[in-house]
């Protein structure tokens, strides 16, 4: 028994905190899938998935999506992580910046800036059709395989860019010395250093790309995606037999799953290592090629970093209904903000900063578990921590509220309901983040402590818990940025009454009401880069190195 406790004990307890509120939803939407209206049990709905054209449609939309971003993403990240690595050139700093993008600028946000330029009333359009130019359609292909390119390039530039960092270059130098050019050479010797990290972060593209809803319900109404006929269907069937909306949902479970699968069985092995190696010096660059790398470099930072300020143009600019005033300037949408907006801002923050704090506590102690206390119920629990990287937002939002609508935890229209949707969607990146010092951290210093004579509980508090501080300090400024901009799970589940600032920000957008969008735009982005700011400034801890 003095084995099981404490730390038996509080396995049991995740585990079973998890199998109630993700493991049982995720089960109930699977059976839901398999019964008709009056309980029975029915293929029904997958047999109109397969049979009527719109479905399969959607599905064929969103795979091929997912790989057309997925290959833009490699064509973008891998070149520009090359080109930081091999060559010094002015600003190259202001790279080291991209993977907080991230991080603060969500997508509903990149989505309405680049709508503030070719949207019906951007900026750019206005101009084009005063000159009696009719600018291409934004919405639409054009739109989702370019803003999600923007948006998800950054994972593959990071990876690639950690490969590029551990290569040794007497490799290449040995190649040269056995009589091959310079350039297969490095070809020969890189590509297969660089080819697991580019898979890998490539099938995180498309995965993300497959479960994107942010983006794909603002540009794609004419494009049909399985991400947004999902939520479709959970409207449409709101009080009926939840029968398309959870064989959807069941379908992007096993086709997430599926990519899972082949990531973990075939690129996950697929993994060099190099010890002791030297890098190559960065060179300067020159010639023609090495300007137009140059500008392209810095063009495509400058695309990355443009919606901040388009999204604050837009903020303080004069409009009437949809129709922006480009060039005529005031405050009047932020006064809007301060006299009906409120109470929203109070939903979001007291929203995130409870799912923050519950991430946090629930990431940390699950981390300690997986890691430093090993037992019959810690693999179990590393499944389950992880399990949300594989549901789409739309699937966790349809999972929550068909299992507590009712019985015996009624929790629908209850803000805990948007709190534990937010904990859970975010939770992965929170366990991975507490856990990153975990493996340095020898444990001779917690048996020290407990030696002489300190408890279990108290030694982690006082010895172990202090030396997670930095990892834990990332998960939660990473949790409070993720659930601040989190849309996707809690559309399906607020009450009007909770609306939060994505939420708002979605309506009106739906609405085209694009200025008054940008002003709550601004809101939420203070709001998430504040306490990255004072986190940064008043600690030690390199939050994105």
């Known amino acids: 028994m003095n084995k099981f406790m404490p730390w038996g004990a509080l396995t049991l307890l995740s585990c079973l905190f998890l199998a109630v509120f993700l493991l049982l939803p995720i089960f109930k939407v699977i059976l839901a899938s398999l019964q008709n209206a009056d309980g029975a049990l029915t293929l ?87 000159l009696g130019i009719r600018a291409p359609r934004f919405y639409g292909w054009t739109g989702l395989i370019f803003v999600m390119a923007i948006t998800y390039y950054v994972h593959v530039y990071m990876a690639s860019l950690a490969a590029l960092r551990s290569f040794d270059v007497q490799l290449e130098e040995a190649a040269q010395s056995l009589g091959r050019s310079p350039i297969s050479a490095r070809i020969r010797t890189m590509v297969p250093l660089m080819a697991p990290a580019i898979l890998s972060s490539a099938l995180v593209v498309f995965t993300l790309v497959l479960g994107n809803f942010s983006i794909a319900i603002i540009l794609g109404p004419s494009v049909p995606l399985l991400s947004v006929m999902t939520y479709n269907s959970f409207l449409s069937e709101v009080g009926l037999n939840p029968l398309m909306q959870s064989a959807l949902a069941t379908i992007s479970i096993v086709l997430v799953g599926l990519i899972l699968f082949v990531q973990k069985r075939f690129v996950g092995k697929s993994r060099f290592e190099m010890r002791q190696g030297r890098s190559m010096k960065a060179l300067p660059i020159k010639g023609a090629w090495g300007v137009a790398a140059y500008v392209a470099v810095l063009a495509l930072l400058a695309v990355t970093l443009l919606p901040l300020g388009l999204v604050l143009a837009g903020s303080i600019t004069d409009s009437t209904g949809p129709v922006m005033h480009w060039g005529h300037f005031t405050l009047k949408h932020f006064a809007n903000v301060a006299d009906y907006g409120v109470e929203i801002i109070v939903n979001s923050i007291s929203y995130a900063f409870s799912a923050t704090v519950l991430g946090v506590v629930f990431g940390t102690t699950a981390s300690y578990l997986i ?118 799970s809690t559309l399906l589940l607020y009450h009007p009454s909770q609306e939060t600032l994505p939420i708002k920000i979605y309506n009106l957008i739906d609405s085209d009401l694009m200025a008054q969008a940008s002003a709550y735009g601004v809101v939420m982005i203070v709001l998430i880069l504040t306490p990255i700011f004072l986190v940064t400034k008043f600690t030690k801890v390199e939050l994105f190195k």
Request: no cysteine; net charge neutral; charged share 10%.
């Open 44 to 130: 029904e709905g997958f047999k109109i998935f397969f049979t009527e054209g719109d479905y399969l449609q959607g599905l064929f939309n969103s795979l091929f999506l997912a790989a057309a971003v997925t290959v833009v993403t490699v064509l973008i990240g891998v070149p520009l992580a090359y080109v930081t690595v091999y060559y010094d050139f002015p600003f190259k700093s202001l790279l080291s910046i991209l993977p907080i993008t991230v991080v603060i600028i969500p997508e509903l946000i990149t989505t309405q800036s680049w709508l503030l330029v070719f949207g019906y009333n951007g900026f750019v359009t206005q101009m084009l059709l005063e």
């Open 371 to 488: 890691i430093k206390k090993k037992n019959a119920l810690t693999e179990a629990l590393d499944f389950m921590v992880m399990l949300p990287m594989a549901i789409f937002g739309t699937v966790l939002g349809i999972a929550l509220s068909q299992t507590f609508n009712a019985g015996l935890i009624p929790l629908t229209g209850t803000p805990i309901i948007m709190v534990l949707a937010l904990t859970l969607r975010r939770l992965p990146f929170s366990v991975r983040n507490a856990s990153a010092n975990l493996f340095n951290i020898p444990d001779s210093i917690e048996e020290a402590a407990i030696s002489l004579g300190t408890s279990p509980m108290k030694s982690f508090r006082k010895v172990v818990a202090p030396l997670m501080a930095p990892g834990i300090t990332s998960a939660a400024v990473l949790m409070w940025a993720m659930t601040m901009a989190e849309l996707a």
